[in-house]
């Protein structure tokens, strides 16, 4: 069993930068994990993915601003987001996968835990 808490939100104006967290309690060695965000009224999106093997993949829509990476001695995901624009807003959840598809970009049908979400919110 994973559980994931996503934390780093907030609000920030256009061009600034956040760092979303992901602290997650159990073994994730074994799963692939991944960050999404939906806004209001839009689907799931799936943003950047790593895999068990530090494999990273990031979605064309946020590639050269977002960048997703693992500390596996302290067992958090964080997505370092830069150049944040008002179409950015949405909650961003983090997610945790076995067994699954490596799709790019991620795919939310492929990851089984989920956290919370946390709040992003870029002002013009």
């Known amino acids: 069993q994973v559980q994931l808490v996503e934390s780093g939100g907030g609000s920030v104006q256009a061009g600034g930068s956040l760092r979303l967290s992901c602290t997650a309690s159990?073994?994730?060695?074994?799963?692939?994990m991944g960050w999404f965000r939906q806004a209001p009224g839009k689907e799931r999106e799936g943003l950047a993915a790593?895999?068990?093997?530090?494999?990273?993949t990031h979605a064309s829509s946020v590639r050269g601003r977002f960048t997703i990476s693992k500390d596996n001695a302290k067992n958090i995901l964080y997505l370092q987001m830069n150049s944040l624009k008002p179409e950015d807003t949405a909650m961003y959840y983090c997610?945790?996968?076995?067994?699954?598809?490596?799709?790019?970009?991620?795919?939310?049908?492929?990851?089984?835990?989920w956290g919370q979400g946390t709040q992003v919110t870029v002002s013009s």
């Open positions: 997610a945790a996968g076995r067994g699954g598809r490596w799709f790019i970009p991620p795919r939310p049908s492929e990851y089984q835990y």
């Open positions: 159990g073994d994730t060695r074994r799963y692939y």
């Open positions: 790593i895999d068990t093997d530090d494999s990273r």
